[in-house]
């Protein structure tokens, strides 16, 4: 039997990337293809929704998928715990699954964890994250979740040593974290997660170059524990061997 997928946003960018790795999984099928302007009606009969709208759409579009009782794979930046929090019970009511995974590319997914893992042992730690000046949100639902897994992993040192965060050009805190994002011409995507302690410095730089290449493994092991997925699951490293959960 075929899974029928319907795309959402799947005439932009990542879209097409995600729609092309699903052409080429066995027993999947985009069967429907929408845009972010799209009615969401669409999305009966499908037996999982893939969204990678925008930020502004991606909440109806889960709320859309979880009322009908179809699993959603969430791929759109821009879900911090907060946002997340916000259909938890939707999902957790209906029974559903919903896969929110701010970066498909594998690299990424372990530098943020070895980050967190090493987070612990300093107190100081930021983040500088950097897309295409068309990247409409920032900080990154990368750099948002690293962000987020470095203050779980530091849950008993409590916050990190951010000195001055009121002032705007400390950047944007998440989980204490100060953010810094670039937005320019010529950057696929690349994060530096600076941690600092007395007399040393230990950095994590992820760098993708292409972003098709980089993010099809990912996709393909994301696609199919979707639709087999309940509750809410945030992040690649539920579905690789990393030792570290949240």
């Known amino acids: ?21 699903i052409d080429e999984l066995e027993g999947f099928e985009v069967s429907r293809v929408l845009t972010s302007s799209s009615d969401l009606s669409e999305l009966d009969g499908a037996d999982l929704v893939v969204d990678a ?38 999902v957790e009511a209906a029974g559903t699954g919903a896969v929110f995974i701010p ?75 100060p953010i810094h994002s670039l937005r320019r011409p010529g950057v696929v995507a690349k994060q530096e997660v600076i941690l600092s302690g007395p007399g040393e410095s230990l ?6 170059t292409d972003s098709a290449l980089a993010y099809a493994p990912g996709i393909r092991l994301a696609v199919p524990f979707a639709v087999q997925a309940s509750g809410v699951i945030v992040g690649l490293e539920h579905m690789i061997d990393i030792g570290i959960r949240s």
């Open 53 to 90: 709208s925008t930020p502004q759409v991606s909440i109806e579009v889960v709320r859309a998928a979880v009322e009908r009782g179809i699993n959603v794979l969430v791929a759109t930046s821009g879900w911090s715990s907060e946002r997340i929090a916000l259909v938890r019970p939707l």
């Open 203 to 208: 950095t994590f730089t992820h760098d993708t």
């Open 103 to 177: 970066n498909f590319s594998l690299g990424s997914v372990l530098g943020s964890a070895l980050a967190a893992a090493a987070a612990p042992f300093f107190g100081s730690a930021e983040i500088i994250e950097a897309h295409r000046e068309t990247k409409i949100d920032s900080p990154s639902g990368t750099a948002v979740r690293t962000a987020e897994l470095i203050a779980a992993a530091r849950a008993e040192q409590g916050p990190v040593s951010a000195p001055h965060a009121d002032q705007r050009a400390r950047g944007q805190q998440v989980g204490s974290v």
């Open 1 to 21: 039997m075929t899974t029928q997928v319907a795309l959402v946003g799947g005439t932009g960018k990542l879209g097409t990337i995600i729609g092309a790795v």
